[in-house]
């Protein structure tokens, strides 16, 4: 089993950063492809960025391309999620989640992001 613990989140101007953080505990050597997921209120979870095992590949949706970052630490079993130019649409509920392929498996509590205006 792999325990996620999400930190990082909070208030922030629009316009401005934030770097969430996810710590990873339990079976952590064996490495695990890594996401990070977001939730509005009232909307769907949806996908926001994903990095393979060893780092070398990630995936980000459309709606966050070229403003987040996605990366990983393996020897300190931390994944990152660095947020630039937010946007108040930007608000929610941002989970960590770890997979071996296909679907992810493990999810962290998730740590509320809320950009304001």
């Known amino acids: 089993q792999v325990q996620l613990v999400e930190s990082g989140g909070g208030l922030v101007q629009a316009g401005g950063s934030l770097r969430l953080s996810c710590a990873a505990s339990?079976?952590?050597?064996?490495?695990?492809?890594m996401g990070w997921f977001r939730q509005a209120p009232g909307k769907e979870r949806e996908f926001v960025a994903a990095?393979?095992?060893?780092?070398?590949?990630?995936n980000y949706a459309d709606s966050v391309k070229g403003r987040f970052t996605i990366s990983r630490d393996n020897a300190k079993n931390t994944v990152h999620l660095a947020m630039s130019s937010l946007k108040p649409e930007d608000t929610a509920v941002y989970y960590c989640?770890?997979?071996?392929?296909?679907?992810?498996?493990?999810w962290g509590q998730g740590t509320q992001v809320i950009v304001s205006s």
């Open positions: 989640a770890a997979g071996i392929s296909g679907s992810f498996d493990y």
């Open positions: 339990g079976r952590t050597r064996l490495n695990y492809r």
């Open positions: 990095i393979s095992r060893s780092g070398g590949i990630t």
